[in-house]
């Protein structure tokens, strides 16, 4: 079974900073689905970004960026010029092509924007 | 264009009773999930379903119930409710195939004491 680690339970940043969070994950498959979601105080969740595994590109959206390390099983968020509105949980998530496509997510880093 | 509706958002139940989480999605995907997460933690997988009359258990079913009679509703109930599922629960949907992103509920919040 494919399992997901999110190692840094907090991080805090300066607005206008970047900083990046961790993620790595364990599977055998060769083909998948990498996600980073996000999770304000509303508890609703919102997709950041997405990476698809046979792309060697990393995927960027604006001021969100992945650093996407296949062999190493790394799936890092870079988010640059942080704003005040960045403040949330972040959730690293993996998805099969198999099955019934279930999400897979870490435990959630905590990201805090200091003024 | 609702997307994922769930029913109730906020709910108190005392230990020992019964309740139905209501999920629909207008949107016609095959695919539904339910997930819970607990405070400071990421989802896990509690029950999911790829059509109509077909439902499997996920990573945390126990204490939990589903059914799918239709493609739109995917309804979880809690029987002999206990403290330990007090948290959020949270139905996704999706269409067939991985590349595209769960569409999520905004989610019930469950105490139970």
């Known amino acids: 079974a494919q399992t997901v680690t999110q190692s840094q339970p907090e991080m805090s940043v300066q607005e206008a900073e970047t900083v990046t969070l961790s993620c790595t994950y ?9 996600f980073w979601y996000k999770q304000p105080p509303s508890r ?18 604006n001021r969100f960026s992945v ?5 190493a099983k790394s799936f890092s968020l870079k988010i640059s010029d942080s704003q005040l509105g960045d403040a949330a949980m972040y959730f690293c998530a993996y998805r099969s092509p198999q099955g ?13 924007i200091n003024p | 264009n609702a997307g994922v509706t769930q029913t109730p958002k906020f709910r108190i ?9 209501q999920c629909t999605q207008d949107m016609n995907h095959n695919y539904m999930y339910w997930y819970r997460q607990d405070p400071g933690m990421g989802l896990k997988l509690i029950y999911y379903s790829v059509g109509a009359g077909i439902t499997d258990k996920g990573e945390v079913p126990n204490g939990y119930n589903v059914s799918r009679s239709t493609t739109e509703d995917f309804p979880l109930r809690l029987e002999l409710a206990a403290p330990s599922q007090t948290s959020v629960y949270f139905c996704a949907s999706n269409p067939q195939g991985y590349n595209s992103p769960l569409h999520f509920g905004n989610g019930t919040r469950l105490t139970v004491t």
């Not at chain 1, 019934?100 to 805090?112: D, I, P, Y």
């Not at chain 2, 139940?13 to 989480?21: A, D, F, R």
């Open chain 1, 26 to 34: 364990d599977t055998s498959e060769s083909d998948y689905y990498l």
């Open chain 1, 44 to 61: 609703q969740m919102i997709l950041v970004i997405r990476q698809e595994a046979y792309k060697q590109q990393n995927a960027t959206e």
């Open chain 1, 67 to 71: 650093n996407f390390q296949k062999a």
């Open chain 1, 100 to 112: 019934a496509q279930k999400l897979v997510f870490g435990q959630g880093t905590r990201l805090t």
């Open chain 2, 13 to 21: 139940l005392k230990i020992g009773q019964s309740m139905t989480l």
